[in-house]
């Protein structure tokens, strides 16, 4: 797939230094950083999933890590390359509106601008199945059903959907913070 180099060409990096508030010489350490763990030129499934057990391990991020994987390949082409990658980084430095736009690609799955029942639950069940039966246990909402009340009714909005105007409100409340700090543990 994709091609072995050890230095980026400068075409590339011009383009993220356009693209990202990178400078030049954190580019080029990125991209060394990214080939030397990543000869073939794009991050596995399976290495995104060994680095969230060595995070979680009394815990399974299998589901988890199928919605990062997908979240993180930005360009949609089924690998999380360089590109995808460096954009991430520079995403997650940021506090902006973009850095909520990426985070709710977590949760909005179908991709249709909008967080339903479905995918807000089966977000928390990964995320509590990552985190392992002892560990919730020990939460409050210990169950996948309640966490996804809470979020809900902590809204107001009497609606099982969340917008991403309500997403935007949702990222500084408690019960939240915890699921995105896991988010947040991917870099
Ligand atoms: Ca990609
Ligand atoms: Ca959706």
Redesign the pocket.
């Known amino acids: 797939m994709g091609k072995v180099n050890s230095k980026i060409s400068s075409e590339d990096c011009a383009k993220f230094l356009k693209k990202t508030s990178f400078t030049k010489k954190e580019i080029y350490q990125w991209y060394k950083c990214f080939y030397k763990s990543c000869p073939e030129g794009f991050i596995s499934k399976e290495q995104l999933l060994n680095m969230y057990y060595g995070v979680f391990p009394c815990g399974n991020p299998r589901n988890f890590v199928d919605i990062a994987y997908k979240a993180i390949d930005l360009n949609n082409d089924g690998s999380i390359t360089f590109d995808d990658f460096i954009i991430t980084l520079d995403v997650c430095k940021r506090n902006s509106n973009e850095k909520i736009d990426w985070i709710f690609r977590f949760f909005?799955?179908?991709?249709?601008?909008?967080?339903?029942k479905k995918?807000l639950t089966n977000f928390v069940d990964a995320i509590y199945q990552m985190l392992g039966k002892k560990e919730v246990e020990s939460l409050l909402d210990n169950t996948v059903e309640k966490r996804v009340n809470t979020i809900l009714s902590s809204l107001n909005t009497n609606k099982d959907i969340i917008t991403k105007e309500d997403f935007g409100k949702l990222i500084n409340n408690n019960q939240t913070k915890e699921l995105l700090a896991i988010i947040k543990l991917m870099i």
Do not use: L, S
Not at 108 to 116: L, P, R, S, T, W
């Open positions: 909005d799955v179908d991709n249709d601008g909008i967080i339903n995918e």
